[in-house]
């Protein structure tokens, strides 16, 4: 085995000009308090760099370390341009491959070329993708109230707003439902009385929807998360029973460890099943694509390595009759953001984009964050991206470590037993 010091890494084909990469660094910022990891690459020509999403928002320091403690030294000298080889390179070079730390510091370094490439290029990245296949990417945003008429009134809001889909949790005593707050001591007596209760899920959830049709009429697209929790046979349960009220779509019904059941969910299941964006390799998105489990496939782009591989997924998708629908709330930073409206105004398997309102720190420290309009996302005409970061200003919003997980420790059934969160 080789110790000697990384050498600079050159291609070895002669470069088109004398550009090159020179730095290469992840910036964490929680502007929202949802730490956002992106990765700036600057060139040898001034004013020329990129920026790429490496959002594990539970282990940034992981990513932030790999990024510029592996792979930076190992990519500048390089010529920008030698996207595909670069990134595959990056992916094969650490040997055991895959999972989110990697394929999000990896993330980071694709998108930021892609960006630098747009930049050069004079172009958008949707250009660079082949261009349009639609004006816009349609959105849906989250409905999750204390009560059933409060997720109601909640949804009627978004929907007035010129939305056509929203997602409806609904809470409940103790933990509440996964994307609906709950109240504290809920199981008195019981040996976790902030817990959530499977049983009262299954139950509750299919009024809920009946309510929401009752109040809202035929017409909107109502879509439902059940976060992983639920066994195969709990997920039939379940899909069944709100088949009366037309889900859009019901959303990873069971746990990605049990994937090689889900097209047994899928077949009982009377609506379409969304399901993926828990992976973190493109072999698993891929036998997800084939396995026949799921009509639509949520990826965290940056969790399967950024662009790159996810456009390779996109044109299986395209091929194979599966839809998109990428995961994107708050913890996906706008340049990710951006990154999933390229695909989805570029493919024809797209099939809904979930949505999400940054406040407006974020805004601040990301000039040209994606917004939508009456419910769609334009993208950006401008190169690349279309989005800035603003060091200065990220700089005051230091990431707070275990924001997420503090919350995670406490999903347990009210016996006291953990829950996936
Ligand atoms: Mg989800």
Known sequence: MNHDPMPETQAPWPARDGLRIERVRAIVTAPDGVPLVVVKIDTSEPGLYG?????????????????????????????????EDITRMLHLSSYWRNGPVLNNALSGVDMALWDIAGKRAGMPVHELLGGRVRAAAD??????????????????EILAAGYRHVRLQSGAPGLGHYGAPG???????????????VQRYLRETPKLFER???????????????????????????ARALEPYRLFFLEDPIAPEHYDRLPEVRQAAPMPIAAG??????PDATRLIL??????????ISSIGGLTPARKLVALCELTGVGTAWHAPADVSPVGAAA?????????AFQIQEGHLYGDAVREVFPGTPH???????????????????????????????????????????????EAP
């Not at 959002?55 to 790999?66: L, S, Y």
């Not at 930076?72 to 996207?83: E, K, L, S, V, Y």
């Not at 049709?213 to 039939?236: M, N, W």
């Not at 999933?340 to 024809?348: E, R, S, Y």
């Open 139 to 156: 959105t849906y945003l989250h409905a999750g109230g204390a009560s059933v008429e409060h997720t109601i009134e909640l949804a009627e």
């Open 340 to 348: 999933n409206l390229a695909l989805d105004v570029t493919t024809p």
């Open 372 to 418: 939508p309009r009456d419910g769609f996302l334009y993208p950006s005409e401008e190169p690349g991206w279309g989005v800035d970061l603003d060091e200065t200003l990220a700089a005051r919003h230091p990431p707070e470590t275990h924001r997420h997980e503090r919350w995670a420790a406490r999903v347990r059934r009210p016996d006291g037993g953990l």
């Open 212 to 238: 929401a049709r009752d109040k809202l009429g035929e017409e909107p697209h109502l879509l439902h998360d059940v976060h992983s929790r639920l066994t195969p046979k709990q997920a039939i349960v379940l």
């Open 277 to 282: 964006e828990q992976l973190g390799s493109v």
């Open 183 to 197: 109240t504290p001591g809920g199981y008195p007596g019981l040996p976790y009385p902030d817990g959530w209760d």
């Open 291 to 300: 396995g026949g489990g799921m009509d639509l496939l949520r990826l965290h």
């Open 51 to 83: 920026l790429g999403c490496a959002t594990f928002t539970q282990r940034f320091h992981a990513v932030a370390a790999t990024v510029d403690r592996h792979l930076a030294p190992m990519i500048t000298g390089r010529h920008p341009a030698d996207i």
